[in-house]
């Protein structure tokens, strides 16, 4: 089988990786709609959830996949559709709907394609019925998503994807492979030949979920980047990954432009200019030996 893959490009692409839940959004996307429509108290869904896990040395992502499933039996149909349009109701951040194009517009007058990724524990039905999605935001989105039967019924988890397999997709990027059926992520690249070298790799989260892919990106060059909600103001869990040494920058999760978040990638973009033209003299210096 072949798989389309994305190719090295002429000009340095920037890859801005982010989680979802309380990275672009304020609350769990499930929270938002669909956890009260099948009759439960958020909280309540939660340790549900949580204690099924437990019993059961249960993935967490893989519980809370198999109880929305379970509790939404009577009281709605469980398809591709429904998923889409608890979606759509998912709030955002201020200034995240036009941010993704923004950012893209800054990196194409600096010379450096920027490209935006999804890696969430999240669902990727729910993901793609967001306003974000809908407006062209993502390159790709990485998320658990589900199996549907002949009626397109969710049946079974497709994917589940945790904290410590999200690195994998990170490994995708870098090398253009993007499909998750494609082994060609195990290949061998040459430094140079990375389509998005990790110094070239932005990830941008909120919790304990998200450290193995800041520290993946830290150890390898990339900016990694804690943000908190900019109502609540609480920076607990940044504060925490600041001082164990999980990420190297912490922001509000404020979007628009000017703000400490925007002015903080925009010289990421600055600095990948740079960075990549002393890379690309040392690969041909390199090559001449």
């Keep these: ?95 995240a709907i036009d941010w993704f194009d923004r950012m893209r517009a800054y990196g194409k007058e600096k010379g450096v394609i920027v490209e935006h990724y999804i890696i969430s524990s ?47 997709f990170l490994f995708r990027i870098s090398k253009g492979v993007l499909d998750v059926n494609d082994n060609g992520v195990n290949d061998h690249f040459d430094p140079d030949e990375m389509r998005v070298p990790f110094r070239n790799m932005v990830y941008i989260g909120d919790s304990d979920t998200d450290i193995p892919c800041m520290k993946l990106v830290n150890s390898y060059g990339g900016h990694s980047i804690g943000v908190y909600d900019c109502e609540s103001r609480d920076m607990t869990k940044v504060k925490k990954m600041m001082r164990d040494d999980r990420i190297k920058y912490f922001a509000p999760a404020d979007y628009r432009e000017g703000s400490e978040l925007d002015a903080l990638l925009k010289a990421i973009i600055d600095r990948t200019v740079t960075n990549e033209i002393l890379e690309n003299i040392h690969y041909k210096n390199q090559r001449t030996q």
């Design 122 to 168: 999240g669902l990727k039905e729910m993901i793609e019925g967001t306003v974000l999605a809908q407006n062209g935001a993502f390159d790709k989105i990485f998320a658990s998503s589900f199996l549907y039967n002949e009626r397109g019924v969710a049946v079974w988890p497709a994917q589940a994807v945790n904290y410590t397999n999200k690195t994998q």
């Design 1 to 95: 089988m072949e798989f389309e893959r994305k190719k090295k490009e002429d000009q340095p692409v920037l890859a801005i990786c982010y989680d979802f839940d309380k990275t672009l959004t304020p609350d769990d996307m499930q929270a938002q709609g669909y956890i009260q429509s099948v009759g439960y108290d958020v909280d309540e869904f939660w340790k549900k959830t949580n204690e099924m896990g437990f019993a059961n040395d249960m993935d967490p992502n893989l519980a809370y996949m198999y109880m929305m499933i379970r509790e939404a039996e009577g009281n709605l149909v469980f398809n591709r559709k429904t998923l889409n349009e608890y979606g759509s109701k998912v709030k955002v951040f201020p200034g």
